[in-house]
């Protein structure tokens, strides 16, 4: 890995319209601000962050630097105080809920940790969800499709709890790409799975997201898989204090 500027502001000019189609993110000084139990704590202290389409980054940094918030700021799961937050051409901060529903549906795909899947739905069904929001006639075709395509065409009628933690993943994963997002969030998706499957888990997300040239931003603690991605981004106390850009 080579070391880079850290915290370089792009040049920038119509970023309200998003009028940089290379850029997927476009965050600058962002600030956010929460309410902790002793009162309001600044978690996120001016970040300036870029992603190209179709670049894979991962995001490291210890424990406590924000950088699951920054992930919730950027899927407009959370609101920040401050700043530029333009993702996918949309200007985040000028956008009321209905707004930020819409570019949810459209746009981003997000995977967590404990794969937030509805446990009284079948595998099919979960998957199907977030199409059938999005108004698409063909939900449960894709979602077949998509479910064949992460190797589960024969658990489709599964229910969360019938499925083991990586077949799990596999669901969650077709579900955030079911809707081919521009963008797909992952915040440290093989956390919760023991090293083969989250290995594969790991390839099915850099194989389906390279398919469809989806931009990847992934949250690890795994320095090995920080270094396959394109660059690696680490936070430090609300900070972004490096950038890597991996050698490959
Ligand atoms: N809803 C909240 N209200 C108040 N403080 C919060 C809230 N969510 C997170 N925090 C605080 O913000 C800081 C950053 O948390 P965050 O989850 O973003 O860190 P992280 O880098 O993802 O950590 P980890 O690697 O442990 O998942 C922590 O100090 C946390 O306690």
Request: aromatic share 0%.
């Given at each position: 890995m080579t070391v880079t500027e850290t915290t370089a502001i792009p040049e920038q000019n119509d970023v309200s319209s998003g009028s940089?189609?290379?850029?997927t993110i476009d965050v600058r000084n962002l600030k956010l601000r929460l309410q902790g139990p002793a009162g309001i704590v600044e978690?996120?202290?001016?970040v300036d962050l870029s992603l190209n389409a179709g670049e894979r980054v991962s995001l490291v940094g210890p424990s406590g630097s924000g950088k699951t918030s920054l992930l919730m700021v950027i899927a407009g799961l959370e609101q920040a105080q401050e700043g530029v937050v333009n993702v996918c051409g949309n200007d985040l901060r000028a956008l009321d809920e209905d707004g930020l529903a819409l570019y949810r549906r459209h746009h981003v795909g997000i995977v967590f940790q404990d794969f937030?899947?509805?446990?009284?739905?079948?595998a099919l069904e979960n998957v199907a969800l977030p199409m059938e929001f999005a108004g698409r006639k063909d939900a449960f075709e894709k979602a077949r499709a998509e479910l064949e395509l992460v190797g589960l065409g024969h658990r489709t009628d599964h229910y969360p709890g019938q499925l083991s933690g990586g077949e799990q993943q596999r669901v969650a994963l077709a579900r955030a790409l079911a809707t081919d997002p521009e963008l797909l969030l992952a915040d440290?998706?093989?956390?919760?799975?023991?090293g083969a499957t989250g290995e594969t888990i790991i390839e099915l997300l850099f194989d389906l997201t390279k398919r469809r040239g989806s931009t990847l931003l992934l949250i690890t603690h795994d320095p090995s898989l920080a270094e396959r991605c394109d660059r690696t981004v680490m936070l430090r106390d609300g900070e972004i204090v490096s950038q890597l850009e991996s050698r490959a």
């Open positions: 940089n189609p290379q850029q978690i996120l202290k001016g937030h899947l509805i446990p009284t739905m079948s440290e998706p093989t956390g919760n799975l023991d």
